[in-house]
Antibody, heavy 122, light 107 residues
Framework: EVQLLESGGGLVNPGGSLTLSCTAS????????MSWVRQAPGKGLEWVAI????????SYADSVKGRFTISRDNSKSTLFLQMNSLSAEDMAIYYC???????????????WGQGTLVTVSS | SYELTQPPSVSVSPGQTASITCSGD??????VYWYLQRPGQSPVVVIY???KRPSGIPERFSGSNSGEIATLTISGTQPVDEADYYC??????????FGGGTKLTVL
């Protein structure tokens, strides 16, 4: 059974940093691209970032480019999202999601974690 | 940047057919994916590549994509189908976008 478990969310001051983790199990982690998708309270889904199975290629939404870094440790089946210069607009539930292919390509997300909440407030 | 537009809400009576639309420029040239999200839960894909249904998704869910509009159709809608529905498409070869979401009410 595929499982994705996010962690690392919490309260952070505006301008602060936070790193999210997503621990995967039940599939060959390095064989699939992985992504982060967020959802602000009461709002819709917003794609954040994606990277290939090897982690060698990444892509970001304009809203986070230059502030967020997606990475992975395939030896530990773990996905990361390093978030810097956080603002109130970044406050959301952050989901990790598994793609169905190794590359960043025309694809969809067949498994999602339960999400971790990031709150940005002083 | 590319935008996908969905109606904020759709209402349907139990047993009837619900149609949720997703519009975007030249959408017919892209694949569209549909997710449902029940309150307090994570999204689940119900349609991929315009018309395909993942294993485990009931046959009452179907999709189409023509012109500038993609449509998710739920035939014989059940109360359990009440959820938020999101369409998704790839903006470029490496970036993707979600529609704003549609709240389906079954009453």
């Amino acid at each position: 059974e595929v499982q994705l478990l996010e962690s690392g969310g919490g309260l952070v001051n505006p301008g602060g940093s936070l790193t999210l983790s997503c621990t995967a199990s039940g599939f060959s982690f390095s064989n699939y691209a992985m992504s982060w998708v967020r959802q602000a309270p009461g709002k819709g889904l917003e794609w954040v970032a994606i990277l290939t199975g090897s982690g060698s290629s990444t892509s970001y939404a304009d809203s986070v480019k230059g502030r967020f870094t997606i990475s992975r440790d395939n030896s530990k089946s773990t996905l990361f999202l390093q978030m810097n210069s956080l603002s109130a607009e970044d406050m959301a539930i952050y989901y990790c999601a598994k793609a169905t292919q190794w590359l960043i390509s025309e694809d969809w997300f067949d498994h999602w974690g339960q999400g971790t909440l990031v709150t940005v407030s002083s | 940047s590319y935008e996908l537009t969905q109606p904020p809400s759709v209402s349907v009576s139990p047993g009837q057919t619900a149609s949720i639309t997703c519009s975007g420029d030249k959408l017919r040239d892209k694949y569209v994916y549909w997710y449902l999200q029940r309150p307090g839960q994570s999204p689940v894909v119900v349609i991929y590549q315009d018309t395909k249904r993942p294993s485990g998704i009931p046959e009452r869910f179907s999709g189409s994509n023509s012109g500038e509009i993609a449509t998710l159709t739920i035939s014989g809608t059940q109360p359990v189908d009440e959820a938020d529905y999101y369409c998704q498409a790839w903006d470029t070869s490496t970036t993707l976008v979600f529609g704003g979401g549609t709240k389906l009410t079954v009453l």
